[in-house]
């Protein structure tokens, strides 16, 4: 069996076994598997709004799954995603709120702008970290994350003028020109919140697939993850590419973050945790393989399980099961070389014997 093949048959064999898993789970505490998945589904797609919302959750999952792929082609395991999509946030979202009055497309690009280079700004400090001090880009990343929420909080509830504030903790919606929300997309998914964020997810999707696959920067991202040393060697700079990819990373994070905040909620507001989408786009990514046309169709999972989960109280079930679920899937997908022995030809594995 191909290389390929197996890219695609583990992500799909893990989303089975999660599923299965999570049925069993649901057994043992007493619940009925068959009718808390068809309450999932039945909310998930049983109306056109509902369609829409899980493609205004695919938007910010997309982005985010993307800077973690990029990231992890470098070598790298990019944990401050959370921190980097929550910085693009706040940095876009008070450019909106103090500028109100800007055009439309404008604003638009003006916002996008800011939050990659907010988001960049936050991913280039582990890659800088890590290219000439060695220093674990996991740890950095991490607290990194708790930097930002609470840094975040305070410049929402300490720096933002009182007169884009509707309460302490809380801004006032963005104007017109800023939100991502559009009109036509809501008439044509029954006033969901379906906004251009799918658009920006697709055209990213593309623009680092490209990136990655035909372009010297993307050999050069792939060859350090494989082997630093052996690309010095070939003449790369691989403190270069490390700091490089980690700007990508947290430039496509930056923009999830402007793209969840601007385009489902329309202000900004103070966290009491790390952003959720930020460890969601990492599960999306790792499933997918790392692949950004798989993240696509991970992201559509993601989001079918996040809108549907309300269903499962149709059977009295907790939605929190989907997260079990979730995390089941992700366990297969970690668990690759499990499937992968079993899924291979006989002679193939006695030849790797």
Known sequence: MSKRMQHILVPIISVILGLVLGALIMLVFGYDPIWGYEGLFQIAFGSVKNIGEILRAMGPLILIALGFTVASRAGFFNIGLSGQ????????????????????????????????????????????????????????????????????????????????????????????????????????????????????????????????????????????????????????????????????SGALAGLGGVVEGLGTFENVYVQSTSLTIGF?????????????????????????LNVGAPGMNIAGIPPELVKVVTASIIFFVGAHYLIERFIKPKKQMKGGN
Request: hydrophobic residues 55%; aromatic residues 12%.
């Open 280 to 304: 969601d786009g990492m599960a999306v990514s790792l499933l997918a393989s790392n692949n950004p046309i798989g993240i696509i169709f991970a992201a559509f999972l993601f989001g079918v």
């Open 85 to 248: 999509a929550y910085a693009g946030w706040i940095a876009a979202g008070w450019f909106a709120l103090a500028n109100p009055d800007f055009p439309r497309p404008l604003m638009i690009f003006m916002t996008v702008i800011i939050a990659a280079i907010a988001g960049g700004i936050v991913g280039a400090i582990p890659g800088f970290l890590r290219a000439f001090l060695g220093t674990s880009e996991v740890i950095v990343t991490i607290m990194m994350n708790y930097i930002i929420l609470f840094g975040g909080n305070a410049i929402i509830q300490r720096v933002f003028s009182k007169d884009i504030m509707r309460t302490t903790d809380s801004s006032i919606y963005v104007s017109q020109n800023a939100t991502y929300q559009s009109e036509w997309l809501g008439a044509l998914t029954n006033n969901s919140r379906l906004n251009i964020g799918i658009f920006f997810a697709i055209i990213a999707v593309l623009v680092i697939w490209f990136l990655l696959n035909k372009t010297t920067l993307g050999f050069e991202i792939r060859s350090v993850g494989l082997n630093p040393n052996a690309s010095e060697y070939a003449g790369m700079s691989a403190k270069r590419t490390i700091i490089l990819s980690m700007i990508i």
